[in-house]
């Protein structure tokens, strides 16, 4: 499988104005392949959002080499879309106007980012929506609406943190699956950051876990060999997940207590 995202030996350490350090990740390497859906978990704080600002470009690492497609990162990752776990709709654009707002940021023609826009509104469910503004808008459409903003652009990596986490479990489950129908039909790369062990199954082809922080690094992974495609309720019922889940949990537990511990004693 070709490589598209990797992280070498990848440190990051945080100073503050008094000269103290903090190792946010210590000596992590993996890799997302071509086409390939990677979920990485692990305790609260441990440093997933780290991981993924540095995929993006936001963060340089402080040793080893972030690359993409073969080549040292450096700067902002333009063959990334990202798509935050806060929302990142502007609440003066209507959500056509925001799904058109990358395209038009890239220099593409107003009228045909405008047209690709409306052709996205359709694709992830809000068609008749265009005119709508944030506020206006549920939960779960404007997520719709930032899934849009982020694959209108048409990039060959995606960055997910936590994207669903704020909604209801109804909702969830019908984003999850609108997503993996809309990665199905395009197969890119993703790297997709949750602290819910059940979602990352449901949706990946690999877990990686992350230990407990500090210098946090991955510690195992698992081969999600469910068959596709997939509903991320009915999938969860079988034998083999719960298997999964199960063997998954055995290593990510051990690392929840050590977070756990060394936030009560803190």
Known sequence: MTEVLAFDDVGV?????HGGAYT????????VGEGEFLSVVGPTGCGKSTLLNLAAGLLSPSSGAVRVFGEPLRGINHRAGYLFQADSL??????LDNIAAGPEFAGVPRA???QRAEEWLVRVGLAGHGQKYPH???GGMKKRAQLAQTLVIDPPILLMDEPFSALDVQTRQLMENELLALWQGSRKSVLFITHDLEEAISLSDRVVIL?????????AEFTIDLPRPRDVAEIRMTPHFLQLQERIWA???EEVLKAYKQGAAA
């Open 136 to 138: 206006q808008m549920s």
């Open 251 to 253: 290593v990510m537990r």
């Open 24 to 31: 946010a990740v210590g000596g992590a390497t993996l890799s």
């Open 112 to 114: 045909l980012a405008r």
């Open 90 to 95: 502007m609440p003066w654009r209507s959500a």
């Open 211 to 219: 230990s407990a922080g500090p210098a946090t690094r991955p510690i």
């Open 13 to 17: 350490v945080f100073r503050d104005a």
